[in-house]
């Protein structure tokens, strides 16, 4: 917005001394001039649309590489997910997490409520039976992950970007916060944007918005806080 203000202001000094040299200006300098002049007028305009006009290519392309992101981050989630569900604990290599996908089976849990026997209280009680509460979990089945989240998808490259620098992959973090299992998934927002203007990736990685991805990344889960959630707004996925 600076630059754009700074050329309007030129453009219009410009136009102001055009009409400085055609009150004051000797007559056969003059032409010559002014055209120089108009010139620049022309040529600064062009910048200026073409500033604009750059920007919004740039918000265009960089809200369709995101999207694209946001769902692949969103897989590795799941399998992170599915992966502490059966194995209690969250991985930090992707290797891992396809093995997982291929043969990992999740059992199916079935919760009901009955009551027992208290043998504690009924011999307190001199053997007057006394009940419990008690929540019986029974597994009444499996269910595949690969075909439960991956059906007919290619998860076999779960660790690439997909967008951006060719063969770019996520960072995969896992360990325990407080004694309770955590992950993160990320990835720089300069590799996702890496053939555009630098100073606009620049000032994309200082967003702090509502409506944006806020930060130098994108990422889902966190080290320093028990989440699963991802840093975008809702308009960059359809799961959310």
Not at 39 to 45: Q, T
Not at 76 to 101: C, E, H, M, P, W
Not at 149 to 166: H, I, Q, S, T, W
Request: glycine share 6%.
């Amino acid at each position: 917005m600076y630059v754009i203000l700074t050329i309007v202001a030129i453009i219009l000094l410009t136009i102001l001394i055009v009409w400085v040299i055609d009150k004051f200006v000797p007559k056969k300098v003059k032409p010559i001039i002014t055209l120089l002049l108009w010139g620049l007028i022309f040529y600064l305009g062009y910048i200026t649309f073409m500033s604009v006009y750059s920007e919004i290519q740039f918000n265009k392309l960089k809200d369709k590489r995101y999207a694209t992101v946001v769902e692949r981050l969103q897989d590795v989630r799941d399998a992170q997910l599915s992966y502490k569900r059966v194995t209690g604990k969250y991985t930090d290599n992707f290797d891992n997490l396809v093995r997982f996908i291929d043969t990992a089976e999740v059992a199916i849990t079935q919760r009901r409520d009955t009551t027992v026997l208290d043998v504690e209280r009924t011999r307190l009680f001199g053997g007057v039976e006394t009940f419990k509460a008690e929540v019986i979990v029974d597994t009444v089945g499996y269910y595949s992950v690969k075909d439960s989240l991956f059906k007919g998808r290619n998860y076999k490259d779960l660790a690439l970007v997909g967008v951006g620098k060719e063969g770019a992959k996520f960072e995969l973090k896992a360990g325990e916060l407080d004694e309770i299992p955590v992950f993160e998934a990320s990835v720089d927002k300069a590799v996702i944007l890496y053939d555009q203007d630098k100073n606009l990736v620049e000032k994309e990685k200082q967003v702090v918005s509502v409506d944006g991805v806020n930060g130098p990344t994108i990422v889902v889960g966190s080290m320093n806080e028990i989440k699963t959630t991802g840093n975008w707004p809702k308009n960059f996925s359809n799961k959310e």
